[in-house]
Nanobody, 122 residues
Framework: VQLQASGGGMVRAGDSLKLSCAAS????????LGWFRQVPGKEREFVAT????????RYADSVRGRFAISADNAKNAVYLQMNNLKPEDTAVYYC????????????????WGQGTLVTVSS
C-alpha cells in the first residue's frame, strides 16, 4: 500500500490550504485515512481522521472548527481543508491508513505517506 500526500506550501496566517492524500489500495481491515503532523524535535500528533464512508470524522482539539477532513471513497482518497491557518500549524503533515480503534494513536495506523510541509508565517 502506498500513500501519496500533496498540497503543502507556504502561506500567511489566516490563509487556507487543502491537502490531498491518495492510497494505492485499501486493506480489508482498514477503517479509513487520517492526518498527523510533526514539528522537528516533537512527537507526531494526531490531526484528523475519517472513515472510508465519510460519515465519521474526528479532530484534534487544536484544529476543530478550522480544519475539515473528507473522503472520496471511489478514489481511496482523503482531503484536509485547512482554514484560518496559524503559525502553530506549521509542520510536516502525514497521511496514514487507519487500522485500529484508537484513532489518536500512531500505532492505530498501518501505512504512512511521505509527508507534505505546511509553513504558516505570521
Amino acid at each position: 500500500v502506498q500513500l501519496q500526500a500533496s498540497g503543502g506550501g507556504m502561506v500567511r496566517a489566516g490563509d487556507s490550504l487543502k491537502l490531498s492524500c491518495a492510497a494505492s489500495m485499501r486493506t480489508s481491515n482498514s477503517y479509513g485515512l487520517g492526518w498527523f503532523r510533526q514539528v522537528p524535535g516533537k512527537e507526531r500528533e494526531f490531526v484528523a481522521t475519517v472513515r472510508w464512508s465519510g460519515d465519521d470524522t474526528r479532530y484534534a482539539d487544536s484544529v476543530r472548527g478550522r480544519f475539515a477532513i473528507s473522503a472520496d471513497n471511489a478514489k481511496n482518497a482523503v482531503y484536509l481543508q485547512m482554514n484560518n491557518l496559524k503559525p502553530e500549524d506549521t509542520a510536516v503533515y502525514y497521511c496514514a491508513m487507519r487500522r485500529g480503534f484508537n484513532y489518536v494513536l500512531e500505532r492505530s495506523y498501518g501505512y504512512w505517506g511521505q509527508g507534505t510541509l505546511v509553513t504558516v508565517s505570521s
